[in-house]
């Protein structure tokens, strides 16, 4: 008995094999038919018998291709059409319908062997790419995802590889990036001129990074910065020229193995590090493993580590090459370099040659960073290998754009169930910067076929993504919301959690700053929300920030004027004022006294930058968050004494800043100093929520804000909470920081309607 299905099927499913997968299924399965791609998935016809049709359709979720992600799948009896075999059809556009596309790819173990292979025809070529890998999301111009659609469209196919783009058994069926020596990309060596091309451009390259010379290397989301890293003279001139003093550089080392050499690689590490993420992962160093220059993480007791997710970078790696810096190539403050004319205009004073090559980037996108909590990721910056694949929401929602914030910028744009996280965008404080914002916004409108009916932004009235929320809003007559920003936090973590918002929850929100509905800077929150509305129901103390922004710089400020406003008297025996000149003493006396431009903050960020201060670890920073992080770094797993803090509904850090001092003046190492604050905050955090667990009658917790970027304090603080009975929610899809921002600001914007 002959029967018909016509089946639709949603998600990550194109550019991951799927109609090669489905092709060969009903073949298997004796079916007849067709499947196509669509601008809204994947569509599929088949017909044959009962039986085979339903065990296709059960085969269909449960051997996917592993790249594929099946969000929905819709199967319909339909008439037989009678088709003599299966086939795979031409894509089909449709107005107005979108589909969530793949993000950049890591080279497959199929492509390394065919890389390496002397008798394959790709041999040493470093665009090689098949279904299961290669670039993605930076390539793509527009849906359907197909090569005319695509910054591969330049490049026409050779025969070989025409015969191997249309044979449905070809690893490389429907590849759009498919290519090889005779008729790809092209990659050569700049240096003054054009020095060597193709295979010898990139073993010239590698012999360059052995001599020490710094190497623009021409990557798959843009520029790379790179140098051996195990040369002190080399990182040290690399810090030189970027102006960066201390701020961690990213490394890539050459294979896994040599990853657990210089670094302790947990099971749940190595899983991420050879993911087709490829993302760089925050490893805990090993003591004993030196070859690494300290220069390239100061102060750190982590690495940032990733492997080749490449062929150019495989083939840089060969014949034994050390750990290399591998950092975005980009003046300070400005977006990662993705264009050949760009790179030269802007990284000559940066770099000594230009590895280049022939394939457009139409989207650039930063290296993801991720650290491991509790058995799962904890995204510390999403772009490269997982944006754009959405975030599923917990309810349908209509079109939107939520702008985020000012530093570690992302958007988002939502459509039915999904939240359209973009790539990171960065610190919207240069032109430069703020362009990519702009144009990264165009492209996913256009890529997901959103033209928003509502704009969402900060409450800070100054953010330069604020500013383009009113211009756009005012131009094209939309509706804008203004959210306050750890509201936004809260409901990012929620969202991500897929928490329906029927019920509100206790929300922690720890940060460096965030803009107040009583015009203060928060920072130190617990809120109890949902996506409607909030309430602040306790916070730190609110204290001085001398000189406002500038002090952010200078922790040795922030001490001072903490001390003061605790009423603890500073002497000069402290790190803090020793650090300070009499004259910057002076100043600080005088505008804490008068309270002139000191505007009080409640931020828990500004209270790790004093602690750091007092222990005796940082003085002044380079980079957002050193302070803290090299406090987090200092701390002595083995202790188990903490600081006190009381727990009103302002939470004043005094007691636990005199003891602070005491430690210091009676000779305890920075280590138990910064362990026992740690111990102390996450005891308070436990204090406040039971507090507000049983004046609320809420049993459920968000955990969220920067300062949940530190693994020490969430690993005290989340059995604190467990052991009292509460449900913990904290992230693993986007950034605690603000980079997941925008996620619960579209979520909000839905909740408020």
């Known amino acids: 008995m002959m029967v018909g299905k016509t089946i639709h099927i949603t998600g990550v499913v194109q550019g991951v094999g799927f109609r090669p997968f489905v ?14 791609n669509t601008s809204a998935g994947v569509d599929i016809h088949a017909e044959g018998e009962p039986e085979s049709l339903q065990a296709f359709l059960d085969a269909l979720t449960a051997q996917a291709p592993p790249l594929a992600r099946i969000d929905s799948l819709t199967a319909a009896d339909s008439p037989p059409e009678y088709h003599a075999a299966f ?16 993000p950049d790819i890591a080279l497959c173990a199929d492509c390394r062997r065919e890389l390496l292979d002397p008798a ?98 021409k990557g798959l989301g843009g520029f790379h910065l790179a140098c051996d890293a195990t040369n002190t ?51 805990r160093r090993r003591p004993e ?38 950092t975005s190539g980009n003046l300070s403050e400005e977006p990662i370099v993705t264009d050949n004319a760009d790179a030269r205009a802007r990284l000559p004073a940066l770099a000594d040659v230009f590895l280049m090559h022939d394939r457009d980037i139409h989207i650039r996108t930063d290296d993801s960073v991720v650290r491991v909590f509790d058995g799962e990721e904890l995204p510390v910056r999403r772009s490269r290998g997982y944006a754009p694949y959405p ?35 960065g610190d919207l ?117 001398p000189g406002g922004d500038a002090a952010t710089r200078k922790p040795a400020r922030i001490a001072l004027a903490y001390l003061l406003a605790c009423g603890l008297a500073p002497d000069d025996d402290l790190p803090p004022l020793r ?19 000191t505007p009080l903050t409640s931020s828990m960020g500004r209270l790790f930058d004093a602690v750091s201060a007092l222990a005796g670890i940082c003085q002044a920073v380079t980079y957002e968050g050193q302070a803290a992080i090299e406090l987090e770094a200092a701390v002595d797993p083995a202790e188990s004494g903490a600081y006190d803090f009381d727990t009103a509904a302002v939470i004043s850090p005094a007691g636990a800043l005199e003891q602070v001092i005491a430690d210091y003046r009676a000779g305890v190492s920075p280590a138990v100093i910064a362990a026992r604050f740690h111990n102390g905050a996450a005891r308070m955090i436990q204090d406040a929520c039971l507090r507000l667990s049983e004046q609320y009658g809420l049993d459920e917790v968000a955990l969220s804000g920067g300062v949940f970027q530190n693994v020490m304090l969430l690993g005290k603080t989340l059995p604190l909470l467990r052991q009292a009975g509460l449900r913990v929610y904290k992230h693993r899809l986007v950034p605690p920081n603000d980079g997941g921002l925008a996620l619960g600001q579209a979520a909000i914007g839905f909740g408020s309607r």
């Open 579 to 597: 650090a300070l000149s009499p004259v910057e003493r002076d100043i600080i006396y005088k505008q804490v006294a008068a309270g002139l431009n």
């Open 23 to 36: 092709y060969k299924l009903a073949r298997q399965h004796g079916l007849a038919g067709w499947v196509r």
């Open 391 to 425: 975030v599923r929401l917990p309810f349908d929602v209509p079109p939107m754009l939520a702008v985020g914030a000012e530093l570690k910028n992302t958007f988002c744009v939502t459509r039915d169930s999904y939240a359209f996280m973009s790539h990171h965008i």
């Open 120 to 217: 394959d025809r790709r041999f040493r070529y470093p665009f090689i790419n098949c279904t299961n890998c290669g670039p993605r999301f930076t390539i793509i111009t527009d849906i359907p995802y197909d090569r005319p659609l695509t910054t591969m469209a330049a490049f026409t196919l050779c025969a070989a590889c025409e015969a191997e783009y249309h044979d449905p058994a070809d690893r490389r069926f429907h590849a759009q990036p498919v290519a090889c020596p005779d008729c790809g990309p092209q990659v050569w060596l700049e240096g003054g001129g054009i020095t060597a091309r193709g295979d010898a451009a990139i073993r010239q390259a590698a012999d360059g990074l052995r001599a020490g010379k710094i190497l623009a290397i």
């Open 429 to 545: 404080e240069t032109y430069e910067t703020v362009q990519s914002f702009e144009q990264g916004i165009t492209h996913f409108e256009r890529l997901f076929r959103i033209q928003p009916g509502q704009i969402i932004h900060d409450l800070h009235p100054d953010y330069l993504s604020t500013r383009y929320a009113q211009t756009r809003a005012e131009a094209e007559g939309l509706p804008r919301l203004a959210v306050q920003h750890h509201h936004a936090h809260i409901a990012a973590c929620l969202a991500e959690n897929r928490h329906p918002g029927d019920r509100p929850v206790i929300g922690v929100c720890f940060d460096g700053t965030g803009y107040g509905t009583d015009g203060t800077i928060w920072g130190g929150e617990f809120l109890i929300a949902d996506y409607r509305s909030f309430e602040r129901a306790a916070h730190l103390k609110p204290l001085p920030l």
């Open 233 to 283: 003279a080399a990182v040290a001139e690399l810090r030189r020229r970027k102006g960066r003093v201390a701020k961690p550089f990213a490394l890539m080392m050459a294979d896994l193995e040599m990853a657990e050499r210089h670094c302790q690689v947990s099971q749940v590490e190595a899983r991420i590090l050879t993911s087709p993420a490829a993302p760089i992962v925050l490893l």
């Open 289 to 326: 493993a030196a070859a690494v220059a300290a220069e390239v993480a100061p102060g750190q007791a982590v690495l940032g580590v990733m492997l080749p997710y490449t062929p150019l970078h495989v083939l840089l790696f060969e014949d034994g090459m050390p750990p290399l810096v591998m």
């Open 87 to 102: 086939e795979i059809r031409y894509s089909e556009a449709q107005q107005g319908a979108f589909q969530p596309i793949s």
